[in-house]
């Protein structure tokens, strides 16, 4: 019983600019939770979270879906 998962359409480019963004933003969030002298476990799991939550809103925006290009032939 082998189970097939359907792939999605979706764009390398576009999913590396996303993480470099969340990349950056949990940095962000690592720094300021330094700065603050947060506890070990906000340390550890905020920078994480941060780019959980970027990378679930960029897909479910639509954000990291290949652009199709119609190959119909209309050309006028």
Do not use: H
């Amino acid at each position: 019983m082998g189970y097939s998962v359907a792939r999605a359409n979706v764009s390398k480019s576009r999913v590396a600019l996303c993480m470099l963004v969340a990349l950056v933003i949990a940095g962000g969030v690592l720094a300021l939770t330094i700065s603050l002298e947060m506890g070990s476990l906000w340390i550890k799991t905020l920078p994480v979270t941060a780019m959980v939550i970027v990378y679930s809103f960029a897909q479910s925006s639509g954000w990291l879906d290949k652009k199709v290009k119609d190959d119909a032939g209309d050309k006028g």
